[in-house]
């Protein structure tokens, strides 16, 4: 095990606690815009509550490691995130361009998991290994149900548009 192998996993602890910030921000804004998709709204404040808890096992992970989590990456991510849910509030085909962005999203969040599974192996670090592998399969649940509920939420969108429903895109 050498010192750089261990900054290198403590770094990109740090950046998956910045990306489940910038995550718990982004399920926050589309939490609030999804009054008439009621199953969507409801696993994203499902999700939500699991984002928050994944932010806390890597923080614990962090300070296992004699660490500290990096203010500066959280604030960016939640910056991007905040940037993001503002820029859709204006287009009107929200709720399925949000939906395809989370659905990539938590892809981006299971390669990093897997990563950070591997790089807890190779240091020989069962609890960050636990940790990451206890995320990863939230994440990979939610892609899962994403993927599962897309197309359904999809055609509710261009069924509410049809009905010249001004608010199609919630």
């Known amino acids: 095990m050498t010192t750089d192998a261990k900054s290198h996993l403590m770094d990109w602890l740090r950046d998956a ?28 404040e499902q999700h939500l509550e699991e984002t928050r808890g994944q932010s806390e096992l890597l923080e614990e992970c ?9 203010s500066f990456k959280d604030m960016g991510g ?22 395809a962005a989370s659905y990539a999203f938590e892809h981006f969040e299971i390669a990093n998991y897997r990563a950070l599974i ?3 192996d190779y240091l020989g670090e069962p609890e960050v290994r636990s940790a990451c592998e206890r ?18 939420i999809t055609q509710t ?14």
Not at 30 to 37: D, G, I, S, T, V
Not at 78 to 99: H, I, L, P, R, W
């Open 135 to 152: 995320i990863l399969k939230q994440e990979e649940d939610m892609a899962k149900w994403l993927e599962e509920h897309l197309p359904a």
């Open 157 to 170: 969108f261009l069924k509410r548009s049809e009905e010249e429903d001004t608010t199609a895109k919630r």
């Open 17 to 44: 606690h910045a990306m489940e910030k910038q995550a718990e921000t982004m399920l926050e804004a589309q939490a609030k815009r999804l009054e008439h998709y009621p199953e969507l709204k409801a696993r994203i």
């Open 118 to 120: 591997g790089a807890a």
């Open 62 to 70: 962090i300070t296992r490691l004699h660490g500290s989590t990096s």
């Open 78 to 99: 939640k910056m991007a995130a905040t940037a993001q849910g503002m820029g859709g509030m204006f287009t009107s085909d929200e709720v399925v361009k949000g939906g």
